[in-house]
Nanobody, 124 residues
Framework: QVQLQESGGGSVQSGGSARLSCVASGNTSRKYCMAWYRQAPGKEREGVAALDSRGITIYGDSVKGRFTISQDNAKNTLYLQMNSLKPEDTAMYYC??????????????????WGKGTLVTISS
């Protein structure tokens, strides 16, 4: 098992930047697909970005060119750099991991492990 803890949420002005972090603990010796999801009030959860064990990234259409997913294996930490933030980026952001390390379940949202989330609020 792996435990995930997000941080870095808060209030940001439109056009600004923020970086989310997700620290993994537990069985971090194996490879995982790592991903970020978000859920805005009244909306369904959506995939934001994913990073598979080969280093291949997947981005949602709404964040392409603005968000970057990365990880520091030495720190067991996943990051989401968010630039040019918009009010519609306001959501609870969740870190997730899956044992299928090529991210085959990312698009369906069927990830094995989830963090509790961190709230990002973008003001106009």
């Amino acid at each position: 098992q792996v435990q995930l803890q997000e941080s870095g949420g808060g209030s940001v002005q439109s056009g600004g930047s923020a970086r989310l972090s997700c620290v993994a603990s537990g069985n971090t010796s194996r490879k995982y697909c790592m991903a970020w999801y978000r859920q805005a009030p009244g909306k369904e959860r959506e995939g934001v970005a994913a990073l598979d064990s080969r280093g291949i990234t997947i981005y949602g259409d709404s964040v392409k060119g603005r968000f970057t997913i990365s990880q520091d294996n030495a720190k067991n930490t996943l990051y989401l750099q968010m630039n040019s933030l918009k009010p519609e980026d306001t959501a609870m952001y969740y870190c997730a991991a899956d044992i299928y390390d090529y991210c085959s379940t990312y698009r369906s949202g069927s990830m094995d492990y989830w963090g509790k989330g961190t709230l990002v609020t973008i003001s106009s």
